[in-house]
């Protein structure tokens, strides 16, 4: 239950390491996906992953939740440290560490029940069974995603009758109902029309105060909207990683100059 | 693009498209031709015909329905000869209910009024002409008398309701006595064996066998008040018979009925056919424990085969290293589909009956063994062992069925559950599950179809003739997993291949098959509402 207390408030961007990956390197079988990334990402900040698609962007993301253990025949080198406890110590639960590590994902999934159900999930499988703590998380997350005033007449009705936008929505107040301490957003509004894709990029402003938020986009102006910091990844490398000023404004790279000025990606 | 004049009829595709729809059209003939004969035959056993007179030539008369006409087998083509075929019922006259006629024997035909069509307990039905009626008061009404018809279905339904009286006491008192009998003798054998005080035994024996006595007598006495009623009637060869009032079932006057009171017999047959007891070697009355027997057969299959299926598809799918002998593991599930029915019913003999059964009576009913007369409780068929053996023949297509189902479950809402922080079991618990209970379910409805159809294993592992105790009844511990029972499916093998009338039971045959495929139709309506509402809550997002 102590997962539950809302953490103490601090000054926004403590630790400038708080995630801290170290000359991270993996394959996928024989295939070399990523090769020494070696970045900090600050607290309570926004670092957007950008890059063409195939430059390993996402499969740094899902390992910092170790979303890539579902898949068959991989490996990694180096490491990847969160609030300085490396994720791959034999004694951290993968569970525990994606309890702390919520991730959104770039097609919205909710899931087959109730709106209701969809937000206490995380709750549920943990055994929560007091009701008035569950509704009282599910307001607070469905508010905190700015979808509390569009639902709350029909929390038990299926989630699956909200549109693409509060469906994402959903998700993110799914993925923050228990209180993780980092948000991982894989494309969050890649399948999104602009007025939605508006709605999450507000959100994500509003959710840096509390969340570590990182976010793969393909889109560059939501790197620069959304992003304190942006880090450019091509063909699994790490090409440039600073504040997303600088990337964007003056890249030190010329590779990343050609891509964010769009010769090429 | 059609309108292109290059593009040939082949490359359109056209001649598949025909080839297909004549596939499904010769599927949909076959389909209503079968379901068209079943249910015109199935019906027409219920329908009361109108009954002919028919005289022949060498002075004999035959009173009974003309069933069907043919040229007889071997006649020449040139000149056929035809044969009708009528029946004439009343065996303990005609010998067979069913006679073959040549045609040109037939002098002449006529439907009189007075005929009168009399279903009997005893030897069949009769088609005779009614002299006088002799009612339960000693009052003499004459068949030509207004009162005469009123006063016999008052007779008629007062008989049904004294054989009825007569049944229950049968079934369920004696039948209560008799296995409290049955107990206590196993007590005095055990007494006696293990020289025990075997008098208070022997008392209660006695007590029990006065009880017998008293409830034996009564139903006598009540079978005596009955027969004092009786029927004088004429049969076709104008010698007289005396039927016992408390031997008809039915009397009707087929050649003066309406078509309503038609309708009325024939829908009170149908009611008989469903509720009632077989009478008769099976090829009279009804079907109900067939019917009880072979729903509480397939419902316990469908509890046994779906757990087992689920999780045997869970490990398989959710938790096995992928790799050869998992494929091989599959391999042999799927081979396990194709094996031959009845090799399950050699298997579930010699399996669950002599050995799990064999085991059990040995564990638990060691005294029964000793003291009865080694007469095994459940080392010999029953249903517990029918359900297991189909449970068994049907675990393919449920495991097969729920591996689709978990596949197809969205990756995506996988990943989002274990995002969460929900362990694996928690996420195939809480999401795979739910969402993939729809593909399992029509896993289970084929299982369901497969196995209420099933004839072959059961023969060897529980199913019988003639079962009139119910696998579920009032008498503790109510659901009698031991008993054996009846089935639809073994009911019509036994009607139509092993009854001693073929002729007298063929009829039956078609009402039984009828019935069978209502049944099954329903089960599987009822099953397929329960995945459709499961669809509509687990419906998958759009995209």
């Not at chain 2, 829908?267 to 056919?273: L, M, N, P, Y």
């Not at chain 2, 008498?475 to 073929?502: I, N, V």
């Not at chain 2, 039971?505 to 009828?514: E, S």
Request: charged letters at 20%; proline letters at 5%; glycine letters at 8%.
């Amino acid at each position: 239950m102590t997962r539950l207390k809302v953490r103490p408030s601090t000054e926004r961007g403590g630790r400038k390491d708080y995630i801290s990956i170290k000359n991270f390197g993996f394959w996928y079988g024989s295939k070399k996906a990523l090769e020494s990334i070696s970045l900090d990402i600050p607290e309570r900040q926004v670092v957007a992953f950008i890059g063409p698609s195939g430059c390993g962007k996402s499969t740094l993301l899902r390992n910092l939740n170790r979303m890539n253990d579902l898949v068959d025949n991989i490996r990694h080198e180096g490491d990847i440290q969160i609030d300085s406890r490396s994720i791959y110590d034999p004694g951290l639960e993968v569970i525990s560490l994606r309890r702390r590590v919520g991730m959104v994902f770039q097609k919205s999934n909710p899931f087959p029940k109730s709106i209701f159900e969809n937000v206490v999930y995380a709750l549920r499988v943990v055994g929560v069974r007091d009701r008035a703590l569950l509704e009282e998380v599910c307001e607070t997350s469905l508010r905190k995603a700015a979808l509390w005033d569009e639902v709350k007449d029909r929390l038990h009705d299926s989630a699956l009758g909200l549109s693409g936008g509060q469906m994402q929505r959903l998700c993110i107040a799914r993925a923050i109902a228990n209180r993780p301490e980092i948000l991982l957003m894989d494309e969050p509004c890649s399948a999104l029309d602009p007025i939605a894709t508006g709605k999450i990029e507000e959100l994500i402003h509003e959710l840096k105060e509390q969340f570590t938020i990182v976010i793969v986009t393909h889109s560059m102006q939501q790197a620069a909207r959304v992003s304190d910091r942006t880090a450019f990844f091509y063909l699994g490398k790490q090409v440039e990683y600073d504040t997303t000023e600088k990337i964007f404004m003056n890249p030190s790279q010329p590779q990343t100059e050609a891509y964010i000025s769009g010769r090429f990606g | 693009m059609s309108s292109t004049p290059t593009t040939s009829t082949t490359a359109r595709g056209e001649p598949w498209v025909w080839l297909t729809s004549l596939g499904l059209i010769v599927g949909l003939v076959m389909v209503a031709g079968l379901l068209s004969l079943v249910v015109s035959e199935g019906l027409r056993v219920f329908w009361p015909e109108t009954v002919a007179v028919t005289e022949l030539k060498e002075g004999r008369a035959i009173i009974g329905p003309m069933v069907q006409r043919r040229i007889r087998p071997g006649s020449p083509a040139s000149a056929p000869v035809y044969e009708r075929q009528y029946q004439v019922g009343m065996r303990e006259v005609n010998g067979q209910a069913y006679q073959w006629f040549d045609e040109s024997r037939v002098v002449k035909e006529s439907f009189p009024a007075e005929v009168m069509g009399l279903e009997r307990m005893e030897n069949g039905p009769a088609f005779v002409r009614p002299v006088r009626l002799t009612n339960s008061a000693g009052k003499v009404y004459q068949a030509t008398e207004a009162a005469f018809a009123t006063e016999l279905q008052n007779e008629v339904s007062r008989a049904a309701g004294i054989r009825e009286k007569i049944a229950s006491l049968t079934k369920n008192e004696i039948g209560d006595l008799n296995s409290q009998m049955e107990k206590s003798r196993i007590d005095l054998r055990r007494a006696e064996d293990q020289h025990l005080p075997v008098e208070p035994i022997k008392a209660r024996l006695e007590q029990l066998n006065q009880a017998y006595a008293g409830l034996h007598d009564q139903a006598e006495n009540l079978q005596k008040q009955a027969g004092l009623a009786k029927l004088e009637v004429l049969d076709a060869a104008k010698n007289a018979h005396v039927i016992p009032l408390f031997q008809i079932v039915r009397a009707w006057s087929p050649n003066q009925l309406s078509f309503g009171e038609r309708l009325g017999i024939f829908f009170s047959r149908i009611g008989e056919f469903i509720t009632a007891e077989p009478r008769e070697a099976n090829t009279e009355g009804g079907v109900m424990p067939a019917i009880f027997g072979t729903l509480a057969m397939t419902v316990f299959m469908s509890l046994l085969v779906t757990p087992f299926g689920v999780i045997a598809a869970v490990y398989l799918r959710e938790y096995a290293q992928q790799g050869f002998l998992l494929r091989f593991v599959r391999i042999c599930v799927n081979n396990l589909a194709g094996v031959p029915s009845i090799v399950f019913g050699v298997f579930g003999l010699g399996f669950f009956v002599y050995v799990l059964g064999g085991t059990i009576d040995q564990l638990f009913f060691a005294d029964q063994l000793k003291y009865n007369n080694h007469s095994p409780v459940f080392g010999t068929g029953g249903l517990v062992w029918c359900s297991l053996t189909l449970a068994l023949m049907t675990l393919p297509v449920v495991i097969v069925a729920t591996e689709e189902a978990l596949g197809s479950v969205p990756r995506g809402m996988r990943e989002a559950s274990l995002a969460t922080g929900a362990s694996k079991w928690q996420t195939i618990r809480y999401v795979i599950l739910p969402a993939a209970a729809p593909g399992i379910l029509t896993g289970v409805i084929l299982a369901m179809a497969r196995g209420a159809g099933e004839v072959a294993p059961l023969m060897l592992v529980g199913v019988v003739k003639l079962a009139p105790t119910l696998p579920i009844d009032a008498t503790a511990p109510f659901l009698h997993l031991d008993r054996k029972f009846m089935h639809l499916g073994f009911h019509e093998y036994d009607l139509g291949f092993q009854s001693p009338d073929s002729d007298a039971a063929r009829p039956m045959v078609f009402a039984t098959t009828l019935l069978l495929i209502i049944l099954v139709v329903c089960l599987n309506i009822g099953a397929i509402y329960i995945r459709n509402r499961l669809r509509a809550r687990y419906k998958s997002a759009s995209f």
